[in-house]
């Protein structure tokens, strides 16, 4: 996502430099993982200063720092900042204000009490992994939330959590990612034969919980990775009207959804902005949304689909798609056009960067 977003800027006319830290690669290092304790403590991490004083960038984005980059070098940084906000990490742990099967706001509201996350082993379930971040915590969130910076949120529900705990209210700007347009042209939508249900196969991701209340009678492909993978391979065992496919690629994803009925989004933590969702609209697919998903909101501001809670909400949620897919499908779409397309979020990312170096965009 970072590097289409980059592409498209260079290609706009904008002079961007790239600075990535990749864990896969730096894992595979001696003492990696005690390195990067160290820095996430320290909020340091790869030198990244010497590389912003040679390029003399008008604007730094920080898409994620977290643990390779740290962000001790934010606060000693005096130009504009722009900072994505991916997930909770500067309030959260774990990065999703969720542990235990359930939504937590307990650090959030108290930043003073570090050992919380240490005594529930709130990243990697782990006390001593835990440590190291939750006791640089708040200085981390001070280094990003200082009021010259601003946060690009992805979603109207993740705006609202962002917008509780930062301390001026203008230093949030809602411009959602974008998705190239993968859909055949002109766009027609036609109901197709399944539902598509795709993600890591995490507890919070809530796709295990998905198969378990899948009604019989319609078919669902379901793709991913992760440690679930087991269990829901042997829960769709006896279903075939459940096909689970593993993990396919972006370009094998995008296929599967031109061929679908509708997009089911099971999440369970309050995600900022599932890519499944904005290619949903991009293929003009409803959605159907896990109420504490948070994205639930912008789909049904946006009118292309519903939420659930219960089995029974997700049967009437579903036939309620298939009754009404036309307008839906249109209405997913339509969001699409004018909320997602690159050239919307080119349009909205160039003004945003413009008014903090040159006033006001025109």
């Known amino acids: 996502m970072v590097v289409d977003q980059v592409k498209l800027l260079e290609k706009a006319g904008h002079e961007v430099c790239l600075f990535v830290a990749h864990t896969d690669e730096l894992s595979k290092q001696s003492n990696y993982k005690l390195r990067a304790a160290g820095w996430v403590l320290l909020r340091q991490g790869l030198e990244i200063s010497d590389r912003l004083r040679s390029f003399q960038p008008d604007i730094v984005h920080i898409h994620n720092t977290f643990p390779n980059i740290g962000t001790r070098w934010v606060s ?13 990490r500067p309030w959260c742990v774990n990065a999703l204000f969720y542990r235990g099967g359930r939504e937590c706001f307990a650090c959030a509201h108290h930043p ?74 002109p766009h027609r939508a036609t109901q197709g034969a399944y539902w598509v249900a795709a993600g890591r196969l995490t507890p919070e991701k809530g796709l295990l919980d998905l198969v378990k209340m899948w009604p019989t009678g319609r078919e669902l492909l379901l793709a991913g990775d992760g440690p679930e993978s087991d269990e829901i391979r042997a829960w769709v065992k006896p279903r075939p009207e459940i096909r689970f496919v593993g993990q396919l690629s972006r370009t094998e994803i995008r296929q599967r959804l031109l061929g679908a009925v509708g997009v089911v989004f099971p999440s369970k933590w309050p995600e900022v902005a599932p890519q499944v969702v ?28 519903f939420s659930y809670e219960s089995a029974d909400e997700l049967g009437e949620s579903l036939d309620a798609v298939e009754r009404n897919h036309s307008r839906l499908s249109a209405s997913a779409r339509a ?13 909205s990312m160039s003004a945003l960067y413009h008014s903090m170096t040159s006033g006001p965009y025109e």
């Open 112 to 185: 003073s009490q570090s050992y919380l996350p240490i005594v529930r082993r709130c990243y990697r379930d782990s006390a001593l992994a835990s440590a190291p971040v939750a006791l640089s915590r708040n200085q981390t969130r001070k280094d990003l939330a200082q009021a010259r910076t601003k946060f690009v949120v992805l979603s109207h529900g993740s705006a609202e959590i962002y917008r509780q705990f930062l301390p001026q209210d203008n230093q949030t700007v809602l411009i959602p990612n974008f998705v190239d347009d993968f859909a055949p042209s």
């Open 76 to 88: 000693d940084w005096r130009d504009h900042v722009v900072a994505t906000a991916h997930n909770y």
């Open 335 to 347: 969001h699409y056009e004018t909320s997602l397309s690159p050239s919307v979020w080119l349009s």
């Open 278 to 305: 904005a290619e949903a609209a991009c293929a003009g697919l409803p959605v159907v949304s896990f109420r504490s998903a948070l994205i639930h909101r912008d789909v049904e501001r946006a009118g292309m689909g």
